[in-house]
Every structure is written in C-alpha cells, then in structure tokens.
C-alpha cells in the first residue's frame, strides 16, 4: 500500500518510468522461464537425436532407394525316361516351369542403366538344373506312382536319381527374362497380395564382362526404357579400400524374404533391401586375373549384384556369386571392385554424373540431420518439393511425416531465436528505456530550471536547492531579486496558494506594498 501511494506522488515521469521497469522485469523473468521451458520440452520429446537423419546413417539412407531387386526367369522341361525307356516330358499337359533366380542391382545413372553381377542374370547351368530338378521330381514320381500303384516311389528319391544320372533326364530351358523390381524405400509400401502381382521392368543388357577379357570381374549393366530422375549411388574408388575396412552390403538375401511353407513371399518383404556390414579381410586375384576383395559376413545368393559401400555411401565393390562358387555356407565371398565397374561404364557410354533428383534429396537429407535453428521446418519444405516434383518415389512419405512432427515443436523460421538470445534482447531494450529516460528527465530539469517561477513543483525544488531565482513580476510591475532564504520562508508546506504567484491560478495578487 504505501508503495502504492509512493507511486501516486511521484512525478508522471517518475511513475511511468516505475510502470515500464516493473513490467520490464516481469517479462525478462518470463522469457528466462520460457526459454528453460523449451529446452526441457525438446530435450524430453528426443526430436533433436536426427531420427532418421543422422550423419552416420546419410550413406546408406540415401543409397537405399537406389538399390533394386534383379530377377532372372527361365523357362524350362523335362524329358524324362521311364524304366521301360519311353520318354515323357514334364510338366504334362504343355505348359513350363518358371525358374527364377533373384540378385540385386544399384542404379548408377538416373536414366535407369544399373550394376549388378553376371551371376545374377546368367545362372550357371548346375544351378539351373538342380532348381529344376527339384521343381519337376514331385510330378515324375506322382506319374510313376499312377501308372503303377504297387511300387510306388518318393519325390526325394527321384531328385537323388535326376542329381546323380544324368542319363534319365534331359533339361530343356529356354532362353531367360530379366526384370527388375524398384525397392519399397523407393517405391513405398505396396498393396499387392502377392509376389506375381508386383510391378516389374523388363531389362536389357547394355555391357556385360566376357571370360575371353583379359580380366573376367564378373559384371553387368541393365538399362530400363522409361525410368527418369530416378536416384543412384555414385562410384568410388576401389584403391583406397584397406584391410580392415567396415563396408556396408545392400541387399536382396533369400531367406530374409521369410517364404511361408507353400512357397508364398509377402510382397512388402520381397521389396524391401536388407542392410549388414561386413569386413574387409584381404585382397586376392582371381584365376582371369580381376581383383577381388575378400569379405567376411553372411552373404547370400541373392546378394548377388549388391553394391558395397565404404563410409561415405559410395560404391566400392560389388558381390559376386561366381568369384566363390556359389557362395554356399562355410564359403568366402568377394567383391569386384567398383574400378573394373568404371572401365566397364565408359564402354556403355553411361552418364555416371548425378542428376537433379540426387542433389534435392541429398541436400534434404542434410537439411533434416543439421542442427542449426530452423533445420525442421528446412528439411519437411524440401521433402514435401522432392514429393512434388516426383510423385513415384513414395519413400520420401517417411521423411515428410517425421519432419512434419519435429517441425510443430521447432518455433517457425524468423523467430527461432533461442530463449536466451529473446532475454538478451529485452535486457538490452530495458536499458535503452532507461538511457532514454534519463535523457528526458535531464531535459526536463534543465527547461524547468530555464523558466523557474512557473508552478508549484518549480518553486519548492528551487527553494531546496538553494537557488537564487528572480520571481517574475506582473505586467507593469518590477521587483527586486529576492533571496532563496526568503522565497523558501514564503511558501508554506503544501505549495503555494492559488492566489500567490501562481501563474496557473486565474487570480492576480495583490499588488505589493510600495
């Protein structure tokens, strides 16, 4: 209360002055807290750990929707003879068995030209006929048990037979048809139910490595008509791979597609690229003469093709199947080096340079993994334009709607200021308010002092000041200086009254003795 008063006596200047630092040191105060406030906020919702962007994760993040799903069919029959030497041909009834060998493939242009492994389009013919055999003995000995009940036969004793006498069966396998399938970090979930349902792109051979070369590595380049803007992983240089090195394989294993027990693959798991690191264990020369870097890890038939990358996402090396002869368990696996993939680019003549799509979705990957203010909102604007400009590549959905999350606790751009930096500013605008203040107030007292004698307020500070101020006279009078003792014993406690010398009143005084 008696602060309250205080302030009702003060000078309007003194009271507004009191008003704004008061209201000034409520705000600074509530900043301070605010600022806190947001820190613990971001610090306990875990959005500023990156997610799915984050410096160690670029390469492979990236590399990912470039990676495709090779798939080389073969159509084939048999011609198998019976113990009474007739010929008959499976499956009966026309028709052909479909054999299929899966490996994998990386886009290296964004015109859809890709690198993969020979092995993952031309199978050898003992890994052709050993599927084929196992496709056809359930139908042989089906038809032998039919045509004589009394002794009856299993389908693993007739693979054995077709495995170990080559005299019973003949295979007849036509030429193959390779398509390709785009991984769902490309292509986004799919609805398809099955496998057989999933869109694929028939393929073309553009440059493939021949045993007559003088160095047999072991590669292909497939080009698919249509494809444009699509993202691709750049070639690096396989001479500063060392011993020792952490390499990262992407992939197509066969048995990470989890068949059901009839055969059946769920179409999400077909699609989508499997990821593992693997170690450089030594360097070796192949019997054509090509280098091969040995691996350690769990490499797969269908890793055939994969692309190795070293720590900055760039291709290195490429599985080969053929270089370990089968890559069976228990057996070492290879890469050829990306070197020989080069020399092999230049004589197809592809466009190994990256093309507007890789640039976008690097610098929006950067944008998301940053930690400058504002990175939230930067990294889901160009997600959200990556999306636009193109509308196949679905993956990108991850990205948008985590950025999309993190952005609504970001404070949008232009007024990202830390908390801190929000106080500073309103210290430093207080203290401009007092500076300015000051200034006025100065002003104020020295125009007070020029024009002394006009109102009450002036009179009483010159008198406690000890000033020695000329009382202005009323028109046609004249008065003597009068001393600062006297005015001072002349003005009573309260301030002048209306009828002294107060240029304010409407009353003149009387006139002065003579």
């Given amino acids: 209360m008696e602060s309250m008063r205080a302030l009702k006596r003060a000078h309007p200047w003194e ?12 705000a600074l105060l509530a900043m301070t807290l605010s600022s806190l406030g947001f820190a613990a906020t971001a610090q306990a919702s875990g959005f500023a750990d990156g997610g799915p962007c984050t410096a160690a994760r670029r390469g492979v993040a990236l590399a990912l929707p470039a990676i495709v799903r090779v798939a080389t069919t073969y159509q084939a029959q048999v011609d198998y ?9 499976f499956p009966q009834g ?3 068995y479909a054999l299929t060998v899966s490996g994998t493939g990386a886009f290296i242009s964004g015109t859809g030209d890709v690198l993969t492994a020979s092995s993952a389009v031309s199978v050898a013919s003992d890994t052709l006929n050993t599927l084929l055999a196992e496709r056809a003995a359930p139908d042989i000995a089906q038809a032998l048990n039919d045509s004589n009940p009394s002794q009856t036969v299993t389908a693993a004793a007739i693979l054995t037979q077709l495995l170990t006498d080559s005299q019973v069966w003949e295979p007849l396998i036509q030429q193959p048809q390779t398509s390709l399938y785009l991984s769902s970090q490309y292509s986004g979930p799919t609805q398809a139910t099955t496998v057989e349902n999933l869109q694929s792109y028939p393929v073309t051979v553009v440059a493939q490595s021949s045993a007559t070369q003088q160095i047999d590595n072991d590669l292909t380049i497939l080009h698919v008509d249509g494809l444009r803007d699509v993202p691709t992983i750049s070639l690096g240089d396989s001479t500063q791979v060392y011993q020792g090195d952490t390499l990262t394989v992407l992939g197509y294993p066969g048995s990470a597609d989890l068949a059901q027990s009839d055969g059946s693959v769920d179409p999400n798991n077909f699609l989508t690229a499997s990821v593992q690191t693997v170690t450089v264990s030594a360097f070796k020369t192949a019997q054509g003469g090509s280098q091969l870097i040995q ?8 890793d055939s093709g994969a692309p190795a990358l ?37 004589q197809a003549k592809v466009n190994l340079a990256q093309d507007a799509f890789d640039k976008r979705w690097a610098a929006a990957y950067d944008a998301c993994s940053s930690t400058a203010p504002g990175h939230w909102h930067d990294a889901y604007n160009q997600y959200t334009q990556l999306a636009r400009l193109y509308p196949n590549f679905k993956g990108v959905a991850l990205y948008i709607n985590y950025t999309k999350v993190q952005a609504a606790h970001e404070p949008a751009p232009g007024l990202n200021l830390p908390g801190w930096a929000i106080a500073l500013i309103v210290a430093a605008l207080l203290v401009g308010a007092v500076v300015a203040f000051m200034l006025l107030r100065q002003r104020g007292l020295r125009k007070r002092e020029a024009y002394a004698g006009f109102g009450p307020g002036l009179y009483h500070d010159a008198a406690e000041a000890g000033s020695n101020l000329e009382m202005p006279a009323p028109a046609g009078q004249r008065h003597l200086p009068v001393a600062s003792e006297q005015i001072s014993a002349t003005i009573p406690a309260g301030g002048l009254a209306p009828t002294q010398l107060d240029p304010l009143s409407s009353t003149l005084p009387d006139e002065p003795p003579g």
């Fill in 310 to 346: 070293n720590a900055d996402g760039q291709l290195v090396g490429v599985v080969s199947a053929d270089a370990a002869g089968g890559n069976g368990v228990g057996q070492a696996s290879f890469l050829h080096i990306a070197n020989d993939a080069k020399n092999l680019s230049r």
């Fill in 94 to 96: 026309g028709g052909y």
């Fill in 81 to 89: 003879t019976t113990a009474d030497g007739s010929s008959v041909t």
């Fill in 15 to 26: 009271r507004f002055w009191r008003i704004v630092s008061r209201a000034g040191m409520f």
């Fill in 295 to 302: 691996i350690d890890g769990n490499i797969e038939q269908g």
